[in-house]
């Protein structure tokens, strides 16, 4: 069965930059029929999509957030990862990695539990 | 990239039925069927119920079907149960390879 776990640090300062790691068990991130992607959802508000790294390093970003999020992959350690710099109290939600669908569906069929990043000094 | 526009809330009583909406413009669900919808009761994780517009995962109960129809997509719940109160998401490709949401809708059981 395919896991997702997100990890990274649960506070992070005003204008700092926000870290986490998707780390997939129970299958190879390596793979052509699957993407991966993180996902945010600010308290009580709705989805966001963040970002989609294909296990080559293709990567594909939301252009509202763009100028500040990096998404990489690293296939040795079954894991891909995101960074948001210059984070603000807007930046504050639980962040979802999830398994993305491959053959352009773009549907995420496999989600992490999230993981609730505070932004505070 | 603006989110999609779905009904803040909708209710229905056990068994009805109920439609969710999902309206986007040509440059996302109208172009593409590339719509998918999710479940997401309080404090859980999303579940993918419909994806490309009306094909539903394994274990997904046909009661959930999804159509579309120019810029607007829909969800519908047939023999409405207690349990499927929860919101509900969509999600549209949006060309450019990006993903856009929309803002979500609450399902009231009465």
């Known amino acids: 069965q395919l896991q997702l776990q997100e990890s990274g640090p649960g506070l992070v300062k005003p204008s700092e930059t926000l870290s986490l790691t998707c780390t997939v068990s129970?299958?190879?991130?390596?793979?052509?029929?699957?993407?991966w992607g993180w996902i945010r959802q600010p308290p009580g508000k709705g989805l966001e999509w963040i970002a989609t790294?294909?296990?080559?390093?293709?990567?594909y970003y939301n252009p509202s957030l763009k100028s500040r999020v990096t998404i990489s992959v690293d296939t040795s350690k079954n894991q891909f990862s995101l960074k948001l710099s210059s984070v603000t109290a807007a930046d504050r939600a639980v962040y979802y990695c999830a398994r993305q669908r491959g053959s352009g569906t773009w549907t995420f069929d496999y989600w992490g539990q999230g993981t609730l990043v505070t932004v505070s000094s | 990239q603006s989110a999609l526009t779905q009904p803040p809330s909708v209710s229905g009583s056990p068994g009805q039925s109920v439609t969710i909406s999902c309206t986007g413009t040509s440059s996302d669900v109208g172009s593409y069927n590339r719509v998918s919808w999710y479940q997401q009761p309080p404090g859980t994780v999303p579940k993918l119920l419909i994806y490309e517009v009306s094909n539903r995962p394994s274990g997904v109960p046909d009661r959930f079907s999804g159509s579309k129809s120019g810029n607007t997509a829909s969800l519908t719940i047939s023999g409405l149960q207690a349990e499927d109160e929860s919101d509900y998401y969509c999600?549209?490709?949006?060309?450019?390879?990006?993903?856009?949401f929309g803002g979500g809708t609450k399902l009231t059981v009465l």
């Open positions: 129970g299958g190879s991130i390596s793979t052509t029929s699957y993407l």
């Open positions: 790294i294909y296990y080559s390093g293709s990567t």
């Open positions: 999600s549209s490709y949006a060309s450019s390879s990006t993903l856009v």
